[in-house]
């Protein structure tokens, strides 16, 4: 694990002065896939630092269900800290656009997909003081973990 990498928030709070253009993005990351590495090569263009968050095993399983995250949250996030357009992960029982988060961090913009940006999230960040740049991707998403997950567990075994 690149420990350089994955860190806690404490620690991106002393590190965030001298961090330019920071870009937030968050998600699960269960399974990685095109559509994982797409979001963040995109979130990493639109600042000089990307900063992304880890949902933490509870609120996976508070939010999508018992038989989730297939992997630990420390292992979704080292392997999201391998990635090269990645320059700090961490791990939270909130979700990234949560106002203890945005307050700790102070970044220049959130990064969204789609599907995950609502207008109540909308709605929740206007009524932020100071909150940060909104950034919707203009990419359709096309690719899901869970999709993945199911399609693993309908396979037959191959007895191998």
Avoid: C, W
Wanted: no cysteine; aromatic share 4%; net charge positive.
């Amino acid at each position: 694990m690149n420990a350089t990498k994955v860190t806690s928030l404490e620690q991106l709070q002393q590190l965030r002065p001298s961090m330019p253009d920071v870009v937030l993005a968050g998600g699960v990351f269960d399974l990685l896939h095109v559509g994982h590495v797409n979001h963040l090569g995109d979130a990493r263009a639109a600042g000089k630092t990307l900063i992304v968050h880890i949902a933490s095993d509870a609120r996976v399983k508070q939010k999508k269900g018992v038989h989730v995250p297939l992997q630990p949250d420390l292992e979704r996030a080292a392997i999201i800290a391998a990635l090269q357009d990645v320059d700090y992960v961490f791990i939270a029982d909130v979700p990234h656009y949560h106002k203890s988060l945005l307050e700790a961090l102070h970044p220049d913009k959130l990064f969204f997909n789609q599907e995950a940006y609502s207008p109540e999230i909308a709605q929740y960040l206007r009524e932020l003081k100071n909150s940060p740049e909104i950034i919707v991707s203009n990419r359709p998403k096309n690719h899901h973990s869970s999709a993945l997950i199911k399609k693993i567990r309908s396979m037959p075994e191959t007895g191998k």
